[in-house]
C-alpha cells in the first residue's frame, strides 16, 4: 500500500520561502511522475508543479513559474517542493500525488503554507 505524507508548510510573510516535503511509502515512488496540488478555500484542487520519475522533466503552473522549484530524491522517496517570492495568493494546503490522474486513496492530510504579513 502507498502512503504520501506531507511536511514543511507554515506562516510566512510575503517574499518569503518555505520548502515543503513529500515522503511516499511502499514501492512505486520511484516509477510515477509526482506532482504538487494545491487547495484554496472555496476554490478548486490545482496541480501546481510535477516532476517525471529520474527528475529530468519538471513541469509548472503558469502562477507559480519562476518562484518554486520541484524535486525528488528516489533514494529517499521524498518529493520537495522549494517555494520562493511567497505572496498571499499561494496560501493553500498543499498536496502530493502522482500525475496526472491523482488517486484518491493517496490524499495525505496536507501541509498548510499561510503567506500573510
Known amino acids: 500500500q502507498v502512503q504520501l505524507v506531507e511536511s514543511g508548510g507554515g506562516l510566512v510573510q510575503p517574499g518569503g520561502s518555505l520548502r515543503l516535503s513529500c515522503l511516499a511509502s511502499?514501492?512505486?515512488?520511484?516509477?510515477?511522475?509526482m506532482g504538487w496540488y494545491r487547495q484554496a478555500p472555496g476554490k478548486q484542487r490545482e496541480l501546481v508543479a510535477s516532476?517525471?520519475?529520474?527528475?529530468?522533466?519538471?513541469i509548472y503552473a503558469d502562477s507559480v513559474k519562476g518562484r518554486f522549484t520541484i524535486s525528488r530524491d528516489n533514494a529517499k522517496n521524498t518529493v520537495y517542493l522549494q517555494m520562493n517570492s511567497l505572496k498571499p495568493e499561494d496560501t493553500a494546503v498543499y498536496y502530493c500525488?502522482?500525475?496526472?490522474?491523482?488517486?484518491?486513496?493517496?490524499w495525505g492530510q496536507g501541509t498548510q503554507v499561510t503567506v500573510s504579513s
Open positions: 516532476i517525471t520519475t529520474s527528475g529530468g522533466i519538471t
Open positions: 500525488n502522482v500525475v496526472r490522474v491523482p488517486d484518491p486513496r493517496y
Open positions: 511502499g514501492s512505486i515512488f520511484s516509477i510515477r511522475t
